[in-house]
């Protein structure tokens, strides 16, 4: 018995009658390996063109799973600034606004609004009359805008929602609800956001040259990204909650291609055809020499079925399962991206500390206390051998590192005065305190540091200790931006890294 994958070929001896004298040996060979080749050609031939369906059709319907869970994540995305739009329609302070007309106090609305919200472009305040209470350049509802909020008074707007881009300014969708007091309308909310929202989406989702397009059902495009070619055939899939449209463009599963894929499953074939010729070949062998004890016993061999072909399809569950792990991290980086949309914070997500941005926004508050006299001193932290443990043991534990070094800083400190600033640096600032105190302060947290380093070095049994070389600089001028003084630190920190790490030094001069 001859086995191969999936299929089972029977053998057994074939007995040469005695009659048989007018047939040469060669010719007896090309006639049973012809009986044999043939059919064996044909059931390889059904097998591959199975094949090809199977892995045409698998392609298709992955592909359609990815657009599906595109199309639902920009409908996720339109849905949740809708609904943004609708808690602030729910606002005391807006329905007042309407209600009593208040032009001045709405533009400052608008303008102090729309700068909390991500992408927003334009927010207005319009009345029952159709009226922008307030100047709609201020609160950036333009001429498409408008034309497009009265269609959709008439019941007539086509595109929902719809989007305008207009000359040599941002493309938007806009968004429009009602405003109700006590369940009467009494005017309307509208906003308008970037569309540079789904055209991120598309460039975080996009894999290789893929082509995708995002365009409403009367061909104005929403965003794209790649370059459509001829060889791609096109899949167009509805984006639920509006009439706007995914198109995108799947690389056709060629012949050809599919052949140079599987060459390995072609030689596989090579050799089974060789161990059938093997087989005919000692079926007249013996015949012609029945004393051969060898290939007598090779015979037995394959009649006990103990002649196989190693099987192949373990190769396809491999490609199924990294094309299943493909899609489940795509959809892991959305939710991740989903997440990221929903959450403004002023934090860094892993210490808790304040951020770049929190700490830069903060240093206006500290140039008033120079102002007035005070003197402060910055710290930039640098963690010595950081990356030696980051790259030696893994994310995590370079994690565990930060963290215990944030909370160092946080009892050193304070967290209102420290900040990451990105990988493994930390900044800190210290309003009238003497180059001795800070001195004092450091050498707090080389203390704090020598516990956890003998931990550490104990769990890892490693001779290498995290310190911290530090660059400071004292600012007595309220005029110096913070990125001047970030620079000098800087400078005074490599200078530490110079001298031997694990150090601080200060900068020659205040600024």
Same mark, same amino acid.
């Given at each position: ?18 009659? %048989? ?26 097998? *591959?063109?199975?094949?090809?369906? $199977? ?24 849905? *949740? +600034? ?27 609305? @608008? ?68 405003? +109700? ?35 409403? !059902? ?7 990204? =790649? ?9 167009? #899939? ?35 055809? /060789?161990?059938?010729? @093997? ?52 959809? &892991? ?29 903060? +240093? ?9 006299? @005070? ?19 893994? &994310? ?25 600033? =990105?990988?493994?640096?930390?900044? /800190? ?7 001795? $105190?800070?001195?004092? %302060? ?33 600012? #007595? &001028?309220?005029?110096?931006?913070? !990125? ?9 920190? +490599? ?10 030094? *200060? ?5």
């Amino acid at each position: 018995m001859l086995s191969f994958g999936n299929i089972v070929v029977l053998s057994r001896p074939i007995k040469i009658k005695e009659n %048989m004298k007018n047939i040469s040996i060669r010719g007896l060979a090309l006639q049973y390996i012809t009986s044999m080749l043939v059919p064996v050609v044909l059931v390889t031939l059904v097998c *591959f063109f199975l094949l090809y369906e $199977e892995l045409y059709e698998r392609q298709q319907q992955e592909h359609q799973n990815k657009a599906m869970l595109i199309a639902d994540n920009i409908s996720q995305l339109v849905v *949740f +600034y809708n609904e943004i739009a609708k808690d602030l329609a729910k606002q005391a302070q807006l329905i007042d606004l309407i209600k009593h007309n208040k032009v001045e106090a709405a533009q400052q609305w @608008s303008v102090k609004t729309r700068s909390l919200l991500p992408y927003s472009n334009g927010l207005a305040l319009l009345s029952l009359d159709q009226k922008v209470i307030g100047n709609s350049k201020v609160q950036k509802i333009g001429k498409l805008c408008f034309r497009d909020l009265l269609l959709k008074f008439a019941g007539k707007l086509e595109v929902i929602p719809p989007i305008h881009h207009p000359d040599g300014k941002l493309s938007h969708f806009d968004i429009v609800v009602p405003v +109700y007091e006590d369940e009467q309308v009494i005017g309307v909310l509208f906003a308008s956001f970037s569309l540079e929202l789904i055209q991120r989406v598309l460039e975080r989702v996009q894999l290789g040259n893929e082509s995708l397009l995002i365009e409403t !059902e009367q061909s104005v495009k929403v965003a794209e990204v =790649g370059s459509p070619t001829l060889d791609f055939s096109l899949l167009k #899939t509805a984006i639920p909650e509006t009439n706007w449209l995914l198109r995108s463009e799947v690389p056709k599963f060629e012949l050809e291609a599919f052949i140079i894929k599987y060459i390995p499953a072609a030689l596989l074939l090579l050799l089974i055809l /060789a161990g059938l010729t @093997s087989l005919f070949v000692m079926h007249l062998g013996k015949v012609i020499v029945a004393d051969i004890l060898g290939i007598k016993q090779a015979l037995l061999a394959v009649h006990k079925g103990e002649f196989t072909s190693s099987n192949q399809e373990s190769t396809r569950l491999k490609e199924t399962n990294e094309i299943v792990g493909q899609v489940r991290e795509l959809a &892991h980086d959305i939710y991740i991206y989903q997440q990221q949309l929903l959450t403004l914070s002023s934090q860094d997500d892993l210490t808790h500390l304040n951020n770049r941005r929190t700490f830069f926004n903060d +240093y206006k508050n500290y140039q008033a206390l120079i102002k007035r006299g @005070s003197t402060c001193a910055l710290l930039l932290f640098d963690l010595d051998n950081f990356k030696y443990f980051n790259d030696n043991f893994g &994310h995590n534990f370079g994690d565990e590192i930060l963290l215990e070094f944030a909370r160092i800083l946080q009892n050193t400190f304070g967290n209102s005065h420290c900040a990451r600033l =990105g990988g493994d640096e930390f900044v /800190a600032i210290q309003v009238d305190c003497s180059r001795q $105190e800070i001195e004092a %302060m450091y050498q707090d947290i080389v203390v704090a540091l020598a516990p956890k380093n003998k931990a550490w070095q104990a769990a890892l049994e490693v001779d290498v200790q995290i310190a911290s070389s530090v660059g400071g600089v004292f600012i #007595t &001028h309220d005029n110096i931006a913070i !990125e001047k003084a970030i620079e000098q630190a800087d400078k005074a920190l +490599y200078t530490a890294k110079d001298l031997g790490r694990g150090r601080l030094k *200060f900068a020659p001069e205040s600024l």
